[in-house]
């Protein structure tokens, strides 16, 4: 029992002094990300061989991408909760708070986004690895743009709350892979496949038209305080806060089908 106590005090220590260290929690919770997107990637692929007759009858690159589609719906739950949980559960970025918004963080909101970047990383080298299967060129600018920014964020510990506000779009995705699996089951004239088209319709006009609304007018009314804030900010930041949200939205436009 001794032997088993002191086992355990060691792995906590471990924890606290290297994994969890401040230095080293970006590059953690990256590994954890991709850790956590192979086991999504696996477990949607063990569920669906169980739960669903027509899955063994799919192709190898259908397979391969149902998978992939499990993993990004994952991925996308999990960001959406975390960036809710911090923009309106928290007072991180709270107006009661002194300070600018544009250098506020925490280990938890690194953490989460490290995990992203994981995310993106693993995406974006199978659509490499299985080009043009998994997306064409457009899929790869996304991905690119969306890791250089969320992990430029992650590292420098900038603009936290415009990069968690734009996350919260991410609640579009499960939808529209749903829409994928239903068509590739055979299911596109069901009762639930036109559920899930008019709740896509309405997530899609709530977190992704609204919600940049917002970002912007946001934006807008703490314009001095970023412009403030540039003196000190890397000029890298201040052009993510100015064009990313265009361009993002550019993309989300042209990417309807985006699993």
């Not at 990004?72 to 923009?87: D, E, N, P, R």
């Not at 969306?146 to 992650?154: E, Q």
């Not at 806060?241 to 436009?253: D, G, Q």
Request: some cysteine.
């Amino acid at each position: 029992m001794a032997a088993a106590m002191a086992y355990k005090y060691q792995a906590q220590a471990l924890m606290r002094d290297y994994l969890l260290a401040d230095p080293l929690v970006p590059y953690t919770s990256v590994l954890i990300g991709i850790v956590l997107c192979k086991m999504a990637y696996d477990f949607t692929r063990i569920l669906s061989s169980f739960y669903f007759k027509g899955y063994t009858s799919l192709t190898k690159i259908q397979r391969i991408e149902w998978n992939n589609r499990g993993m990004s719906s994952a991925h996308a739950i999990f960001i959406t909760a975390v960036s809710l949980y911090l923009v309106a559960a928290t007072d991180l970025f709270s107006d009661r708070v002194k300070g600018p918004i544009t250098f506020r963080n925490s280990i938890i909101s690194t953490s989460a986004l490290g995990v992203s970047v994981g995310y993106f990383i693993t995406d974006l080298a199978m659509i490499f690895w299985l080009y043009p299967s998994l997306g064409g060129m457009e899929y790869v600018l996304h991905h690119t743009l969306s890791l250089v920014a969320i992990a430029y964020t992650m590292l420098s510990g900038e603009g936290q709350f415009y990069t968690y506000m734009v996350l919260i779009s991410e609640t579009t995705t499960p939808e529209i892979n749903l829409r994928w699996f239903l068509d590739t089951a055979g299911l596109k004239k069901s009762s639930a496949y036109l559920v899930n088209g008019i709740l896509m319709f309405v997530a899609w006009l709530v977190a992704r038209i609204f919600l940049f609304i917002y970002v912007f007018y946001h934006i807008y009314l703490h314009y001095s305080q970023v412009l403030r804030s540039s003196f000190q900010m890397h000029r890298f930041y201040f052009t993510q806060v100015e064009k990313i949200p265009c361009l993002l939205t550019h993309f989300y436009s042209k990417l309807l089908h985006y699993r």
